[in-house]
C-alpha cells in the first residue's frame, strides 16, 4: 500500500526554523516527483515545493529563499526546512506524490495526513 | 502567483448534476492538459477525482467527470449523492515550472 506519513510539525517562534519529514512507503521516492502543499487554517490549498527528476527543485514565490526540499533516497523521505518563519506560514503542511518521471501524466496521489505548523509568539 | 479562479459555492439536490468551473490563464490551464482536481472532506487530507483534464483514477466513480475549453477547466458531478458535499479544488501545472490550486468550492447537497 502506497502510504506517506510526515511528521515535525510544531509550535515555534516567528523567525525561527523547523524541518518536516514525510516518510513514504509502497514506492520509491526517487522515481516520482514529489511535492509539499499547505493549508492555512479555513482557507484553500496552496503548492510550496517540488523535488523532481535527480535533484531539480523549484519552490512557490511565497517561500522561495526561506524553505529548501530535500530527498533522502536511502530513507525513502522527503523533507522541508524552513527558516525565518512567518505567521502567515501557518497551516497544515502535506506529503503528496507526483506522477513518475516520463509518464507524461500530473497528479497529486496519495496525500499524508498532514503535519500543523504554527508560528506564534 | 495568485490562485486559479473557481466559485466559492455550489449546491444541489441529490440526483442532479453541478459542475465546478476553474479559471486560469496561457500560462496554466489553456497551456497544458495538466489540469488535476481534489476532493476534500472536512479534517481529511485531499483526495485526487480527476486528472490530466478528464482521465478518472481507478475507485473513483464515474460520475465524476472532468473537460476544458481554453483556459476554463470544469469538473461535472452527476447523480448528486449526499457524501459528495465536500471542498473541491482544481490544479493545474504551470509555465515556470510550479503548479497552481484554485481557491476551492465548497459542494452543498441540498
Known amino acids: 500500500e502506497v502510504q506517506l506519513v510526515e511528521t515535525g510539525g510544531g509550535l515555534i517562534q516567528p523567525g525561527g526554523s523547523l524541518r518536516l519529514s514525510c516518510a513514504a512507503s509502497?514506492?520509491?521516492?526517487?522515481?516520482?516527483?514529489m511535492n509539499w502543499v499547505r493549508q492555512a487554517p479555513g482557507r484553500g490549498l496552496e503548492w510550496v515545493s517540488v523535488?523532481?527528476?535527480?535533484?531539480?527543485?523549484s519552490y512557490a514565490d511565497s517561500v522561495k529563499g526561506r524553505f529548501t526540499i530535500s530527498r533522502d533516497n536511502s530513507k525513502n523521505t522527503l523533507y522541508l526546512q524552513m527558516n525565518s518563519l512567518r505567521a502567515e506560514d501557518t497551516a497544515i503542511y502535506y506529503c503528496a506524490r507526483g506522477a513518475r518521471y516520463g509518464s507524461g501524466e500530473d497528479w497529486f496521489d496519495p496525500w499524508g495526513q498532514g503535519t500543523l505548523v504554527t508560528v506564534s509568539s | 502567483q495568485s490562485a486559479l479562479t473557481q466559485p466559492a459555492s455550489v449546491s444541489g439536490s441529490p440526483g442532479q448534476s453541478i459542475t465546478i468551473s476553474c479559471t486560469g490563464t496561457s500560462s496554466d490551464v489553456g497551456g497544458y492538459n495538466y489540469v488535476s482536481w481534489y476532493q476534500q472532506h472536512p479534517g481529511k487530507a485531499p483526495k485526487l477525482m480527476i486528472y490530466d483534464v478528464s482521465n478518472r483514477p481507478s475507485g473513483v466513480s464515474d460520475r465524476f467527470s472532468g473537460s476544458k475549453s481554453g483556459n476554463t477547466a470544469s469538473l461535472t458531478i452527476s447523480g448528486l449523492q449526499a457524501e459528495d458535499e465536500a471542498d473541491y479544488y482544481c490544479?493545474?501545472?504551470?509555465?515556470?515550472?510550479?503548479?497552481?490550486f484554485g481557491g476551492g468550492t465548497k459542494l452543498t447537497v441540498l
Open positions: 490544479c493545474s501545472y504551470t509555465s515556470s515550472t510550479t503548479w497552481m
Open positions: 523535488f523532481y527528476s535527480g535533484s531539480s527543485t
Open positions: 509502497g514506492f520509491s521516492v526517487s522515481n516520482n516527483y
